[in-house]
C-alpha cells in the first residue's frame, strides 16, 4: 500500500508498513478508575477513568514493570492485537514484545491511556475529560472541566501503577507527548523511575511549538458548532477538527514522504485541481479523508485542551533547568533529525539542559522519510540502541 | 521594537526592522485597467483592475524596465513611501531605489498587484477578484470568479508593461509567490525577459507545499461565515481569515526568531496560559492580534484562491522539465536555507532541474533568524550577488 493512510485511524494504519509477520501477542483493554483525583490546579474530579493494557507478567517482587506513555492522538494501545484479525497490532509492537527490544519475556510492559484523551469515540479508548460527564451535574463538562497538564496524566498513571503494588518503573518511555510524560515522570518521581526513554520530542515547549500548536487548533476555534465548548447533544465542530486533525498529519510527516508519496497527482485520475476551488490533488484527499475518519471518533474539546497540555510543557514545571536538576534517570533519548514538530535545535536545547545539569543521557537518532512519525513507526531503527541501555 | 509586528500590516511592519535611513522615494500608486481579459480556463472577464508603483524613470528605447512580482500576502508596494512620514517604505525598499542594488538612477522599476491580491480593504491596492463587482450582474463574482493561476497573474502583468511601450523587461524579480511570476514570465514569455531572479522561492509547488496551503487555508473552511464564498453583504468569516493569516506569518518566520523573541513569556507579565484555554502565552497573543489585523483589510475569497494559484504551479503548465526547457534569461536564484515555506529540497529540486536543462543559473543564500522571511527583510545581504548579476 503505498499511500498508507485509509483506515480510520490513520496514524495507525500509516503504522502497518513494515511490521508485517512478528509474533502477535493478544492484548485486552482494561480500565482504571480514580474516586478521586485533585489536579495541578487544585480542582477535585471524582470517578476519573482512564484505559490500560498491558503485556508480559509481573513479576513477584514487582521490579519489571515498564510504562509507555501516548503521542498525542495515540491510546494505550502500545503493542499487540486485540483480536488476530485486527489490521494492525499496537503503535510500539516493533519494540515491544516477546523477544523484543523491550522484552515481554523479562518486562511487564504498561500503557494507559491519557486524560482528555483525543479518541472518544473510540471503544478501546477510557479517558477523562470535557466530553466526560460530570457525576455532580449529570452532564458533560465541557470547558468547565479544569485545565490539565502533562504533570496531571503522569499523577494518574501514578494511581495505576501503584493500584499494582509497583513503586518503582524500570523504565518510562514515550513518544512525541508520550516523551513529555517520560520528563515529567522522570522529574517529579526521580524516586520511581529507573530508566527512561523521551522519544522524537524534548524536554519543554518552546515558542514555535506553541504557534504551531495554535495553527493545529485553529480550524476548530473558527468552527461556530464548536460553541465555546458547548456541542455536546448538538452538532459537534466536525469540519473544523477534520481540518485540525488535518494538519497534525501533515505535520507529523516529512516532505521526503509526501513529495514521494503523492508528488502533484490529481486526486483522481480524470480530475483537474484547478477547475474549480473543491478539486484537489492526491495530498489534499488523502489526508482530508483521513482527517474526516479521525474526527468522527474524537472530541474537539479533547483536542483543546491536548493542544494546551503540550503548550503549558516545561519539565518539572517550572524551568527546563530545574527539570532537569531533578531528574536521577539515565535517560535514552531517541530522535529523527527530520522531526518537523520537535525540530532538531530543540532538541539540542534538551541535550544541553540535560548535560548542564550533569545527566547521564545517550542520544540516538533513527531515519526515514517520515520525519516526526518514525519515532512511532520506525523503532525497529533503535531496537540495538534500546537493548543495550535497559541491559546497562 | 522587538516583537516586530505591530501594525496592520504584519509583514509590513516586520520590515522595519533594519531599515532606517535609506534615501526615500517619495511613489504613488497607479492604476491599470483592461477592458478585457481571457483567464488561461478561457473565461472573459470585463474591466480588470490591478494597482501598480513605478520608481526611476524609463528611457527612451524603453530598455532599462525591471518588474518586481509580490508576495502571497503582499501588493505592489516594493519601495519607496507614499509619505516621508509613513512608517515603512515598501518592502524590497533595501535593494531598490538611488543607488541600491537595483539602482532607478538606471532601472525604471514597475510593481504591480497580482490578480486575487488579498489585501481588498487596503485602499493602496487594487485587483479583481471574488470580491469585485462582476459587471454584467453588479454584484461581486463570488465563487463564480474563475480559478486563476500564476500565468494569470503574468498575463495581466504583461499587458500592463506593454501598455507602457516596454517590449522587453531588463529584469523580472520577485520574492515568495513573486519568485513563481519570476519563473512563469522567463518561461512563458523568454523573448521579453533578460535576467531573472527568483527570491525564497521554487519552480513548483511539491506535496508538501500543496498540503501546507490547505493548513493555512483550513480555518477559513472551518468557519460557517464563509459560507461557501457567499458572504458579502453579510458578516464575513473573519475569524477563520484571522487564523489563517496567523498561520501564513508563523509558517513565514523561523523557530530561531519565534524562541529568540517570545521564549515561553506570558501574553501579560499577571497572566498564567495555563489558567484557562483562551489564556495565552505571548507568542500566541502577537501572532493572533496580527493575524486579526491583517484579516479586517483582507478577503477570504481572495486568500483560497491565492492558496489555489499557489498549488497549481509549475513553470510552465506542464512539468519542471517542460518550464525550465522554455527559459532563456539567466537566473540569479536567492534562497534562504531556514526557509520552512520553500524548503532546501524544493530548492535543490529546482536548481537540478535547471541545470539538467543547461540553464544559466546562479544560487546564493542569505541568512538570518527569520528562515522564509529574510528573502523579504533581509536582502540587502544580496547586495553585492544583485549588483554583480544585473552588470554581467
Known amino acids: 500500500m503505498r499511500i498508507g493512510i485509509t483506515g480510520a485511524l490513520a496514524l495507525a494504519a500509516m503504522m502497518v508498513t ?7 501477542t493478544i492484548v485486552e483493554k482494561k480500565v482504571f478508575e480514580l474516586p478521586s483525583f485533585t489536579t495541578q490546579s487544585g480542582r477535585t474530579l471524582k470517578q476519573v477513568r482512564v484505559g490500560w493494557e498491558s503485556y508480559g507478567t509481573l513479576n513477584a517482587d514487582k521490579s519489571n514493570a515498564v510504562l509507555i506513555c501516548h503521542f498525542f492522538s495515540g491510546n494505550s494501545h502500545a503493542a499487540g492485537k486485540y483480536d488476530a484479525a485486527d489490521a494492525a497490532p499496537g503503535y510500539w509492537d516493533a519494540i515491544i514484545g516477546p523477544g523484543k527490544a523491550i522484552d515481554t519475556n523479562t518486562y511487564f510492559v504498561i500503557a494507559s491511556d491519557t486524560l482528555v484523551n483525543l479518541n472518544t469515540g473510540d471503544p478501546k479508548t477510557t479517558t477523562t475529560g470535557p466530553a466526560s460527564i460530570d457525576p455532580d451535574t449529570g452532564k458533560p463538562y465541557g470547558l468547565d472541566f479544569p485545565i490539565v497538564g502533562v504533570r496531571d496524566f503522569v499523577e494518574v498513571q501514578k494511581a495505576l501503577v501503584e493500584s499494582l503494588g509497583i ?9 512525541s507527548m ?44 473558527a468552527d461556530a458548532n464548536w460553541n465555546n465548548g458547548d456541542y455536546y447533544g448538538k452538532a459537534p465542530p ?45 495530498v489534499q484527499s488523502v489526508l482530508d479523508n483521513a482527517g474526516m475518519a479521525r474526527a468522527k471518533l474524537s472530541d474537539a474539546n479533547h483536542f483543546l485542551y491536548l493542544v494546551k497540555a ?13 527539570g532537569m536538576a531533578k531528574i536521577r534517570a539515565p535517560m535514552l533519548y531517541i530522535t529523527q533529525p527530520k522531526d518537523l514538530v520537535f525540530t532538531p535545535d530543540a532538541v539540542e536545547r534538551t541535550l544541553k539542559a540535560a548535560k548542564d545539569a550533569g545527566r547521564d543521557i545517550t542520544h540516538v537518532t533513527i531515519d526515514g522519510v517520515r520525519g516526526h512519525l518514525d519515532g512511532v513507526i520506525s523503532m525497529k531503527q533503535a ?3 534500546i537493548r543495550a541501555f535497559l541491559e546497562k
Open 238 to 282: 466536525l469540519a473544523g477538527l477534520a481540518k485540525a486533525l488535518t494538519a497534525v498529519t501533515l505535520h507529523a510527516n516529512h516532505q521526503d514522504w509526501a513529495n514521494a508519496t503523492f508528488g502533484r497527482r490529481p486526486a483522481k485520475e480524470s480530475e483537474n485541481p484547478g477547475k474549480t476551488l473543491t478539486d484537489k490533488f492526491q
Open 310 to 322: 503540550n503548550q503549558l510543557f516545561t519539565t518539572g514545571g517550572t524551568s527546563l533547568a530545574d
Open 383 to 385: 531496537e540495538g540502541a
Open 178 to 221: 508520550g516523551s513529555l510524560q517520560t520528563f515529567e515522570w522522570a522529574a517529579s518521581h526521580p524516586e520511581m523511575v529507573a530508566k527512561a526513554m523521551p522519544v522524537i520530542g524534548a524536554a519543554e515547549a518552546d515558542a514555535i511549538l506553541i504557534g504551531w500548536l495554535d495553527v493545529w487548533a485553529a480550524p476548530i476555534l
Open 167 to 175: 513503586k518503582k518503573l524500570a523504565l518510562v518511555a514515550g513518544p
Open 18 to 24: 513494515g511490521m508485517a509477520g512478528a509474533q502477535e
